[in-house]
């Protein structure tokens, strides 16, 4: 019982039964029932004896039925020792679930900060440094690169800013969404011009034949610009990330296929954590904050993300929205 995940009430249900009892609960000091145990037919409906046998300094075991002999109130004592324990583990182990978040969201600052710190603000830095520098002096040629290396760190520092503040958003449920019936062409079009290379090999395929869904569409914007440059990033150079759409019920089926390496099963749960980045080594094009948004952001509006095998090899995301009703404006 001890060893059991419910040692409390299996204890106080044994010391019930063991010593003949109506009843038998555990209370706090201030009167707070933290555990009972209670027969189903009792004898009779007299108030019965009382006994009580403190369990550590903040608690009482009391017990309800009969006299107790001078024999058995000692072993009720081993009893209480016992049930004692058990509340010690209960108590540490909820402290021990209190802590667990706490020490999630260190972890995740420290990946930000050291994502932040070194892959994305020292191109930045060293730029900036390096044009400000009055004994430097670069072709024209060099000049452009150094500012085209300084904008493109600005735009991921801008992302990761945005993924930020979207993320604790979701997490804090304070996400104000608008959604109405959205034309998945017409967003797929604005998420294109958002990736950093809008002249990317992205094929649609049916989009513009797939009924409106009932989303947000900036938010759904968002979702699709970070799973079409995760297709990007992780693709064969010869192919094109293909994103398809089909209708089945009231559900439109949105794929964004690559023909990358693909996804283990054993860590498709892992990719749609923060700061997980399968099969990589540095952060210079992210700190894996997109899917995890994506998700969220996929969730929020009502619908799924998911992961599938690519026939032939590679991965499909697989986002699922409710298909928009004719009444559907603005929700």
Known sequence: MLRGADALP????????????????LLSRTGEVLARSEAEHPDDGGPGETTEVPVGADAVLVLTGRRLPAADQRVLTAFAAHVGAALERDRLATAAAEVEP??????????????????????LAAALASLRSPDLEFAPTDHDELLTMANESLLKLT???DNLLDMSRLQAGALTLHLEATQLDEVLLRAMDSLADPDAAVQPLDLDTAPPVLADP???ERVLANLIANALRYNAPSAPVLVTASHHADQVEVRIVDRGPGIAPEDRDRVFLPF?????????????????????????MGGTLEVEDTPGG??????????????DAHE
């Open 10 to 25: 299996a204890l106080l249900e044994k010391s019930r039964t063991a010593f003949g009892m109506r009843t038998v609960a």
């Open 102 to 123: 706490i020490k999630a969201a260190d972890r995740m600052r420290t990946a930000l900060l050291a994502a932040v710190s070194h892959d994305l603000r020292t191109p």
């Open 159 to 161: 992302a990761l800013v």
């Open 218 to 220: 900036p938010l759904l």
């Open 276 to 300: 997980q980045r399968l099969s990589d080594t540095d952060n210079t094009t992210g700190v894996g904050l997109g899917l995890a948004l994506s998700r969220g952001l996929a969730e929020a």
């Open 314 to 327: 590679g991965t499909t995301m697989l986002l699922t929205l409710p298909a928009a009703r004719p009444t």
